[in-house]
């Protein structure tokens, strides 16, 4: 492929966060690849946050033509500036959460004035957008995208791989692994995600981590059980659109024996879960119970008859409230004998008058003496740092934080890099060098595979110090000079499991090792270096057995000269496969392109279909000294 200088410099993906670098909400980010701009999210601030006005190319003004915008859920700080975009530009998001936001949207349209004609203008251009499905990647411009569903207080919530080429892009939207929907996460990592270049990942709970509750939603279901076990008449006052909390709480009503009470829209919005054909449907946890255990939908918002009245009695209840008249007036006319008001929301909106959150209406409405039993809608740091693991990326970069800082900190053996609202991230490997024509000189990378299966061979290790690790061999480009391998290797990024970097040059036609450099890209060996190691000494040798490399512990035997190869054939350590030494040595030259100088004995038992391995020739620039591999911070099993 013949491409010009100013299209290679275009390649990749550039990401750039509009907004949300340094705050929670107001989330817009924006994936660039050949002028095409993908948008994900276009939410409005968070109170507490100065309000600033975006004027974004591509999505709030300029050409429109080559631009889309994702949603990942239908929390406000992501979705809520939707309807003021040019309607020209295509919005694709799941179908429930869509749906739950329309309804939403339309319940809230009876307000008078212009905010309720807002909320219907909303819900016209919500009932326009476009559907993806999870698990099944869709095409929009020169981008592949594979939505998968998150687990989060949000129903319905997405993180997109984002591709395009050959980079890959994981953006997490919101999302915690301690909800009813996150135990699949792993494999659905595995099977439709992979390794990815680079993770925009959300950081609430980074700096939130001392207050924000994470226990798991089973254990909230089970304290609500409780409490509605030991209480008769029970109020919740919980977000309408947390659909996961309100089918927790009709399950926990029925198993405490209690009616659970519902008004009309709260049950519009868990039954948009409910009657979701395939994907939640057939769980049985968003089916209502039936017969004396189906929820009771308030008459009219509120009128209550004897028989009603009579039945609360007998039974108690669980009422889902918001902090509006009409609860209030309801809430009189209910039996109310030793009532218990329950908090399932953040505690931030009720407890100090003087925050940015403070929600009066709903302050008052739970008053002081309320029991909170909640759980945050956000990862905690542990989760962060264990889908990280699965992702494998190059680059984090941190959004939906208060501070990118400690986010930092907190993942430092990953390569984070925090931006400012607005600055461009390139993901294309040679960042703003060019990417020079198909030559001879190769730029490549080794890394160990972790946890890898070492299935080509067969070993043994009597001492579980010693250690064998299968290797990654990942080609970075090719050159035709020498240096501009070397100065494409400083904009690369070093994977975490990255044991070395190693430049192959073209000499007489064939391609022969050259330079080595360690992980922090300085040199470590070059077609000069001396040997380092002392005879009979312990190192770490890649090896290259059939199908695949190693790094194995070895013992250093020496350089691989006539006498010492003579020796080591001799007393039987060298399969050469040659009837006899001269033989071999006569074929071992021409192969010395490899330039395998030094002769090593591994200590741990390896056996190829060949046989067993007594000694092997690797080159000197492929012995390492033993503490190579702590330096990777690697954890091996
Ligand atoms: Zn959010
Ligand atoms: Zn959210």
Known sequence: MNMTMNEKELMGIR???????????GCVTEYECRGFHLFVD?????????????????????DVSHSALLITHYHGDHIGKVSELNSEIPVYMGKTGCEIYREFELHMAHIPGEEGKKKRMVADRVGKFRHFVPGLSFEVGPFKIMPIVMDHSAFDAYAFKIEADDRKVF?????????????????????????????????????????????????????FTEGFKENKYNVVYVSSTNIDRLFALHHAACTAGRMFILDEFAKKMMDAAANVDKLWGKSRFYHFLGGQQAPKVLWKDGVINDTFYQAMERHGYVLIARASDKFEKLLKKMPSEGRKTYLSMWKGYVDNPESPAYNKNLAEAVGKDYVHIHTSGHSDVESMSKLFKMLEPNVIIPIHTNDPEKFAKTFSEWNVKMLADGEVFSTNPFGDIPVHEEGDIVLSAISIAENQELDDVKISSVDENLKCWKLDYKDIGSFCYTEQAREALKYVRANKNVLAFEIWEECDFTLILGDVYRRDKTLYANLDSECTFASEEVAMAIMRLPFSWYLVHVKVMGPATKEALKKVHDEGLLDVGYNSFDEFYEHYEPISHYEPDMIVKPLIDIETFEGKVLCDLVPVRYLFPMDVVEQLQLKVK
Not at 48 to 60: D, F, H, M, S, V
Not at 185 to 195: D, F, Q, R
Not at 197 to 205: I, L, M, P
């Open 171 to 223: 953006h997490t939207g919101d999302f915690r692994t301690h909800g009813f929907r996150s135990k699949t996460l792993p494999s659905v990592i595995e099977k439709y995600i992979g390794k990815v270049d680079c993770v925009v990942s959300e950081g609430t709970n980074i700096e939130r981590s001392k207050d924000a509750v994470t226990k798991s939603e089973q254990v909230i279901k089970k304290e």
């Open 15 to 25: 990401v750039t966060v509009h907004r949300g670098t340094n705050q929670i909400g």
């Open 42 to 62: 276009y939410g409005e601030q968070l109170p507490g946050y100065e309000q600033t006005n975006l004027e974004i190319e591509g999505l709030t003004k300029g």
